[in-house]
């Protein structure tokens, strides 16, 4: 075997791929080869080293989107050399872009009377949330400032089910951040108790809609009302943002009755997934302020690039033009009637598994509703005072036939829960369901032979043993 990767490669035009040097050779982890290879040759070393990951269709874990129409696909892929901070080269971008978040901040109801409604895109709800965030505190920060206030101990509030994000953020902006457990009996936010969190130094609340480790929606309706009463009694006037990562592209098609967006009073801004419910292959995020006056002015840099003033929000600068693209796309090429019905069946779909996972002797759903494409299991505490395995074994398991299904535990004061968790994205047939339903029931049949406990198994006793715990919940 020849490691030497100093040695010039002889590689021409018809060396046969697999019978150059390159491939007896290490691929580089450290330094730059030294010479250079054919486009074939490069190609496929980086395409098989790819190969062996979980097919993006049986990928269950993830909320992100893995199928797009081949138009889409074609749109997108056209558009792979642009970028989007060049708005005087393709000003036509910006302006698809700004029709999105018109389409968006309509979808959700603002009451924002310009033409151009106030938002910003992202490469995801990451940067969405940060600048959700970012809005809240320099607001907060500008009127305690006004008061003659002290501003250097902001805070946030939001239940445990957060999305690492909202750490991220309270990290690398220093605010503090404050969380209400969630538990059986307040399996959301619970809003009286986030109130008890609040004080003068609270820059927002923030409810999810489609929480990422339960799949259920906090109900910001509720949360609006005593957030009303609370704001008259104390006269502060604490805003909420909205994580609607997963939730701000299904509510508005499948539940339009429902309140959780700028229909409330003190919803000031909402933030979503373009990649994830809104169909678009990663990564495209969204914000949208209730109106111009919630986005503070120093979050808008003008700059001067090739030639122009353009007027950017955000906190990347290059991005890709693409997602924006395929967005627009989506909403034309399906409409609200489109949307509504893939949305739809994402839910019949998660509604099937839910009910025949319900079914089985061994499971336990998390919640007897679906609200969103996705839910959560557990082992029924009955069957694992005897099991010898684990919902991480099953997850092993699965894994053999091509599934990825998550399992993992659940935030602080719910951590001795192992859960598991299914996504049924666009893509996710009825057949594909009894496929895995399938794998899923064999795998316990295998599992009920066991004569001694799998490792996991071992381990979560132990886990258990130490929290003084028996196996209640
Ligand atoms: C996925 C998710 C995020 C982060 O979104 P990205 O689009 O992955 O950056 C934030 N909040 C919630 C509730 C999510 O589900």
Redesign the pocket.
Known sequence: MKTDQTKESRATAETAVYGSEEMLTPAPTEFIPQHKTTPEIAYRMVKDETYSQTQPHLNLAT??TTYMDDYATKLMNDAININFIDETEYPRVAVMCGRCINILANLWHTPEKNAWKAGAV????????MLGGVAAWLRWRAKRRKEGKPYDKPNLVMSAA?????EKFCQLWQIELRTVPISLEHPTLDAEAALKLCDENTICIVP?????WTGLNDDVEALDRALDRYNKNTGHDIPIHV????GGFILPFTSPDEKWDFRLKWVCSI?T?G??FGLVY????WVVWRDKSYLPEEMSFSVNYLGANITQVGLNFSRPAAQILGQYYNFIRLGFDGYREIQQNSMSITQYCHDEIGKMHCFRNYSPKVVNPLFIWYMNPEYEKRAKWTLFDLQASLQQSGWMVPAYTLPKSMDEVIVMRVVARQGMSRDMADMLLGDIRNAVAEFEKLEYPTPSRIAYEKKIHQKGRVFTH
């Open positions: 909320f992100v992202g490469i995801g709800s990451s940067e969405a949330c957060y999305q690492i994000v909202w999810i809609a489609g929480v990422t994580d609607a990562a997963s933030s997934s990649h994830k990663p990564g495209l995020g």
